[in-house]
């Protein structure tokens, strides 16, 4: 085996593939990153117990094969290699990778040893690859952390005709968020749950233009786009439903513009320790802000708008508000309250081309005992 490429070409997905090798595994193959070369093309690919992934690149292929090689150690290797042209060979029980002037020579495993790749579940539809993204990341910061509950630590995946519905929860609070896709089928439809930590890897690591091609099966979920593509086991159960939660009888309703809210409130939860929630007072026309107690308190007040007379205060950990305004993409976000201690609905509002609010997400929290 042997071939030729761009240092930042080979590097970059070096680095992409060892995304899913594990840290620490009692089988040393699974380290390993598998090098192909053939024609005009290079493939790199990893797994683990629970993830595969697989780039493919332009390389010159002078003569063809494949190799496996710790990945760990190879992405160190490219991150020293002079920038230029790299060769590489596989040479008697190595792996030799040059850069001008520079060489290394790597010890291979042994490729019986490897596992066989999972191969891509069945083909279900194209999402566009930014919006996958965004959205991926706007609920993310709902899902669990508790490895104790293994099914509130992942993201919902709905398909439902012409809408996904990407959805996570920890119990104190719920984002839902959802968006156009093409489906293959328009009467196809799905419900799983994936790892929130590898979907958001996934969502980073794939290009960010064009669209997402979404493999699903029973066990496991894939995706493919510029020549990348990457599995993970689905986990098992369902996420609580969201439909009753998010139905709010007769809430107090009040909206504020998000950035300047969001601003506010980190400023004024520098206050807060502990348990100490953050406040929020809504009257006329205006959002009172207020956390911490006795000497070290703040506060600030913001402009708002009530559709109704009734004033309401509503307290919230902190750190769970902050995460639920950052996560919207929007302009203003309105709230639906229901009284201290009870569920409070976030929306993310942005202005619609006929002038009227576009619901971006919603993100439910759970509010807490309000300030004495």
Same mark, same amino acid.
């Given at each position: 085996?042997?071939?030729?490429?761009?240092?930042?070409?080979?590097?970059?997905?070096?680095?992409?593939?060892?995304?899913?090798?594990?840290?620490?595994?009692?089988?040393?193959?699974?380290?390993?990153?598998?090098?192909?070369?053939?024609?005009?093309?290079?493939?790199?690919?990893?797994?683990?117990?629970?993830?595969? *992934?697989?780039?493919? /690149?332009? $390389?010159?292929?002078?003569?063809?094969?494949? &190799? #496996?090689?710790?990945? +760990?150690?190879? %992405? =160190?290797?490219?991150?020293?290699?002079?920038?230029?042209?790299?060769?590489?060979?596989?040479?008697?029980?190595?792996?030799?990778?040059?850069?001008?002037?520079?060489?290394?020579?790597?010890?291979?495993?042994?490729?019986?040893?490897?596992?066989?790749?999972?191969?891509?579940?069945?083909?279900?539809?194209?999402?566009?690859?930014?919006?996958?993204?965004?959205?991926? *990341?706007?609920?993310? /910061?709902? $899902?669990?952390?508790?490895?104790?509950?293994? &099914? #509130?630590?992942?993201? +919902?995946?709905? %398909? =439902?005709?012409?809408?996904?519905?990407?959805?996570?929860?920890?119990?104190?609070?719920?984002?839902?968020?959802?968006?156009?896709?093409?489906?293959?089928?328009?009467?196809?439809?799905?419900?799983?749950?994936?790892?929130?930590?590898?979907?958001?890897?996934?969502?980073?690591?794939?290009?960010?233009?064009?669209?997402?091609?979404?493999?699903?099966?029973?066990?496991?979920?894939?995706?493919?786009?510029?020549?990348?593509?990457?599995?993970?086991?689905?986990?098992?159960?369902?996420?609580?439903?969201?439909?009753?939660?998010?139905?709010?009888?007769?809430?107090?309703?009040?909206?504020?513009?998000?950035?300047?809210?969001?601003?506010?409130?980190?400023?004024?939860?520098?206050?807060?320790?502990?348990?100490?929630?953050?406040?929020?007072?809504?009257?006329?026309?205006?959002?009172?802000?207020?956390?911490?107690?006795?000497?070290?308190?703040?506060?600030?007040?913001?402009?708002?708008?009530?559709?109704?007379?009734?004033?309401?205060?509503?307290?919230?950990?902190?750190?769970?508000?902050?995460?639920?305004?950052?996560?919207?993409?929007?302009?203003?976000?309105?709230?639906?309250?229901?009284?201290?201690?009870?569920?409070?609905?976030?929306?993310?509002?942005?202005?619609?081309?006929?002038?009227?609010?576009?619901?971006?997400?919603?993100?439910?929290?759970?509010?807490?005992?309000?300030?004495?």
């Amino acid at each position: 085996m042997e071939f030729r490429t761009e240092l930042n070409t080979f590097a970059d997905a070096v680095g992409w593939a060892a995304r899913v090798l594990p840290a620490r595994s009692p089988v040393p193959v699974l380290g390993g990153l598998l090098l192909e070369a053939d024609g005009d093309r290079l493939r790199i690919s990893g797994l683990d117990y629970e993830a595969s *992934a697989r780039i493919e /690149v332009e $390389a010159e292929t002078v003569r063809p094969g494949k &190799v #496996l090689v710790m990945g +760990r150690r190879l %992405l =160190d290797v490219c991150r020293v290699l002079p920038k230029g042209p790299v060769e590489c060979a596989v040479e008697g029980s190595r792996f030799c990778v040059a850069s001008d002037g520079a060489s290394f020579g790597l010890s291979v495993l042994p490729l019986d040893d490897y596992p066989v790749l999972p191969v891509l579940p069945q083909f279900r539809g194209v999402v566009d690859a930014e919006a996958f993204a965004v959205a991926v *990341a706007q609920v993310a /910061v709902a $899902a669990g952390r508790d490895d104790a509950l293994p &099914v #509130l630590t992942g993201i +919902r995946v709905g %398909l =439902d005709g012409g809408t996904m519905t990407l959805a996570a929860t920890d119990r104190y609070r719920y984002a839902v968020r959802s968006l156009a896709w093409q489906p293959e089928s328009p009467d196809h439809s799905a419900d799983v749950v994936v790892s929130a930590r590898r979907l958001t890897e996934i969502a980073r690591s794939l290009d960010r233009s064009g669209t997402v091609r979404v493999a699903l099966d029973g066990g496991s979920i894939g995706f493919e786009n510029g020549g990348m593509r990457i599995t993970t086991r689905l986990l098992e159960g369902r996420l609580p439903r969201h439909d009753k939660l998010f139905a709010l009888d007769r809430p107090t309703v009040a909206s504020t513009e998000l950035v300047p809210l969001l601003d506010a409130a980190r400023r004024v939860a520098v206050v807060a320790e502990g348990d100490s929630p953050l406040q929020l007072t809504f009257s006329g026309n205006s959002v009172h802000l207020q956390a911490g107690y006795e000497d070290d308190i703040a506060s600030q007040r913001l402009p708002a708008v009530m559709e109704s007379p009734d004033a309401v205060t509503v307290a919230f950990n902190p750190s769970y508000l902050i995460d639920a305004l950052a996560s919207f993409g929007a302009t203003l976000v309105r709230f639906e309250l229901l009284g201290p201690g009870q569920r409070a609905m976030l929306t993310g509002l942005s202005p619609a081309p006929d002038g009227g609010a576009r619901l971006r997400h919603q993100h439910l929290l759970m509010s807490v005992k309000p300030l004495v």
